[in-house]
């Protein structure tokens, strides 16, 4: 059965991008109330929890303590002295100058204010506390509780386990991202699956039983979201889920930059802080360069060669756009495409053994694997090349060759290391 598009006539298009617009303008202007608000007062006193506190040393030597604390305002950065005991998930009243807060980091939801008048009230007791706590002590090291609490969480990092992740180059295994979407889903289907056919034989054979399931696992996908606090990355993966879902039951085209674009122009009009979100873009970026791929080549290749060769481009495609925010390079991130593959294993059976109890039966290993440290240099990108690539990026969904020079630029970069 042939599939057709969504949007048959450009008309339907317009009506869809207006619609889009006009929301993405009332959330905007919805924000900007709020911000207006803020701004009336010279300083706000208000509860929230510690996300993450760590030392940080200037330019000038000077040492200080940096809070990243959740309100009901966004995530407020601010600093404190370096000798204070705040710490990650103490509940704190607090108040907060408004005066230099810019509205552009207002809709970001992250933003930098002083604080005073600290007072901890109590430690947070919510459900991803629990979990996060449970999940470390599974863990007599305490970068590997750190390293599975993101893992499952998307909690907070140290800079010594964010420089781990750099040097290997796997920032897209550790954040919650359409991988570890792809691999929950696939997983849950597999178990609920003869579960629900037992019950389907005997009481309700009529019965779509990959509609229902699939339900049942987008309805704890959405769950795990809000767990995790709409991680942008994930909040894609799953946004893009359900529309493929629902293009698939309605036998509409899937794999396709249309439903790329869509994913993008929902997520954004509904919340228009992830414009701003480096996670959204590299979650958006990936899908486009893996649909890149299949609409120049799948169709050249049997499936084992498709998959080798999807990884290795995907991996080229991206090396670019990630060094133009995070400019370390190394030797070690030559190996991502294999890990990536590793990855898929070593994510469930992780989840497992900590459902087990026995969650630490690795942390040998990875102890011994994140303190290899090869060759490395940092390699600076100039915003016209960044801004440049993104847009034969977009140009090579017409032209193959276009396409294929996009990759085999993410090459060069590697040449500094020799």
């Known amino acids: 059965m042939s599939t057709i598009s969504l949007f048959q006539k450009r008309r339907e298009i317009a009506i869809f991008s207006f619609v889009c617009i006009f929301i993405f303008i009332a959330n905007v202007t919805f924000s900007y109330t709020e911000f207006i608000n ?41 600093t404190i002295n370096k000798n204070s005991t705040i710490k990650s998930n103490d509940m704190l009243h607090f108040g907060f100058y408004t005066k230099n807060i810019k509205f552009k980091d207002y809709l970001k939801g992250t933003f930098y204010a002083p604080s005073f008048a600290r007072k901890i009230t109590s430690v947070s007791n919510n459900i991803s506390t629990k979990l996060s706590n449970l999940i470390k002590s599974q863990h007599s ?75 049942a696992v987008f309805t704890l996908l959405c769950f ?38 869509l994913t993008a122009m929902i997520a ?37 060669i498709n998959l080798i060769f999807l990884n290795i481009w995907t991996f ?26 590793i990855f898929g294993v070593f994510y469930p059976l992780s989840v497992f053994a900590h459902l087990c109890g026995y ?7 990875l102890i011994n694997f994140s303190s290899i440290r090869l060759e490395y240099t940092m390699v600076k990108i100039q915003s016209w090349q960044f801004y440049a690539l993104n847009l034969l990026s977009l140009i090579a969904i017409r032209y193959k060759f276009v396409a294929v020079f996009v990759v085999l630029f993410g090459i060069l970069p590697f040449f500094t290391l020799i």
């Not at 006193?45 to 510690?50: A, D, E, L």
């Not at 414009?275 to 799948?298: A, E, R, W």
């Open 359 to 365: 969650g630490d039966f690795l942390d040998f290993v």
């Open 268 to 304: 954004i009009c509904i919340f228009p802080s992830l414009i701003f979100s480096i996670g959204f873009y590299f979650s958006m970026l990936g899908v486009f360069y893996i649909y890149l791929y299949i609409n120049h080549f799948y169709h050249k290749f049997p499936l084992w």
């Open 141 to 215: 090291n305490e970068k590997m509780g750190e390293f599975y609490s993101a893992l499952f969480l998307a909690t907070p990092i140290s800079k010594e386990l964010r420089e781990d992740v750099y040097f290997w180059g796997i920032s897209h295994l550790v954040a919650i991202s359409g991988y570890h979407a792809g691999i929950i889903f696939s997983f849950s289907f597999i178990i609920f699956l003869p579960i629900y056919k037992f019950f389907q034989n005997r009481h309700f054979p009529y019965r779509n039983s990959k509609f229902d399931i699939s339900i």
């Open 38 to 78: 803020l701004k009336s007062k010279d300083k706000i006193f208000t509860n929230g929890q510690i996300l993450a506190s760590y030392l940080k040393t200037n330019n000038k030597n000077r040492t200080y303590r940096v809070l990243k604390i959740k309100t009901d305002y966004g995530k407020i950065y601010t």
């Open 224 to 261: 795990y979201l809000y767990l995790i606090n709409f991680v942008p990355s994930f909040f894609r993966s799953v946004l893009m889920g359900l529309i493929g879902f629902y293009f698939i039951s309605r036998n509409l085209k899937i794999f396709n930059f249309q439903t790329l674009f």
């Open 316 to 341: 080229l495609a991206m090396v670019i756009p990630v060094l133009y925010f995070f400019p370390l390079l190394s030797f070690q991130q030559l190996f991502v495409v294999p890990l990536t593959a």
